[in-house]
T-cell receptor
Framework: AQKITQTQPGMFVQEKEAVTLDCTYDTSDQSYGLFWYKQPSSGEMIFLIYQGSYDEQNATEGRYSLNFQKARKSANLVISASQLGDSAMYFCAMREGSGNQFYFGTGTSLTVIP | DAGVIQSPRHEVTEMGQEVTLRCKPISGHNSLFWYRQTMMRGLELLIYFNNNVPIDDSGMPEDRFSAKMPNASFSTLKIQPSEPRDSAVYFC????WGSGGLLGNEQFFGPGTRLTVL
């Protein structure tokens, strides 16, 4: 089974609107961490936000927030007030407490429309 | 602070040639990861090291690929002989790993090496 599933290959959002990028995960560990990365067309991988499995509050970093629903095993990324510069690939990743490997999803390509 | 450093940034070679990609992780990080990214296969983990020791190399495509980490500040990924299907962007990433409260330490990626095998 896939550890990380991103079901949206591509998404479009109007500038200044909010958008949610979906991510579900699969693990039997009680302790794990969830990460989101952004990859613009220039190619670099940029860390955006982290959520720990024991964190009770949803993580937020500026315009990024993580909608963490533990029972559903989902960790969706919410981008508020989208900007043209948000157009990029977005990857969800997980690190299990039992190991050090990061498991990445297949990514979602986000296009912000002016 | 310097991030993860990879060299070369671009490599164009002919089929059959040996290719060596280099990576310098962030100072103090004890885990290093090599990834390959293509349009068809996405981001694939090739191998990772903890404290310079290879932990999981199950992602290495075949015997033509080898990776070493002789010390905490240097790693190489070698392809010999190279083939056109090896064309991809190869990323090196590092992180701080350990028990306890280090679960949230993210991976820091290098800029990648774009490899083209003709």
């Amino acid at each position: 089974a896939q550890k990380i599933t991103q079901t949206q290959p591509g998404m479009f959002v109007q500038e200044k609107e909010a958008v949610t990028l979906d991510c579900t995960y699969d693990t039997s560990d009680q302790s794990y961490g969830l990460f989101w990365y952004k990859q613009p067309s220039s190619g670099e991988m940029i860390f955006l936000i982290y959520q720990g499995s024991y964190d009770e509050q949803n993580a937020t970093e500026g315009r990024y927030s993580l909608n963490f629903q533990k029972a559903r095993k989902s960790a969706n990324l919410v981008i508020s007030a989208s900007q043209l510069g948000d157009s990029a690939m977005y990857f969800c990743a997980m690190r299990e407490g039992s190991g050090n490997q990061f498991y990445f999803g297949t990514g979602t390509s986000l296009t912000v429309i002016p | 602070d310097a991030g993860v450093i990879q060299s070369p940034r671009h490599e164009v070679t002919e089929m059959g040639q040996e290719v060596t990609l280099r990576c310098k992780p962030i100072s103090g990080h004890n885990s290093l990861f090599w990834y390959r990214q293509t349009m068809m296969r996405g981001l694939e983990l090739l191998i990772y090291f903890n404290n310079n020791v290879p932990i999981d190399d199950s992602g290495m495509p075949e015997d033509r690929f080898s990776a070493k980490m002789p010390n905490a500040s240097f790693s190489t990924l070698k392809i010999q002989p190279s083939e056109p299907r090896d064309s991809a962007v190869y990323f090196c990433a590092s992180s701080l790993w350990g028990s306890g409260g280090l679960l949230g330490n993210e991976q820091f990626f290098g800029p990648g090496t774009r490899l083209t095998v003709l």
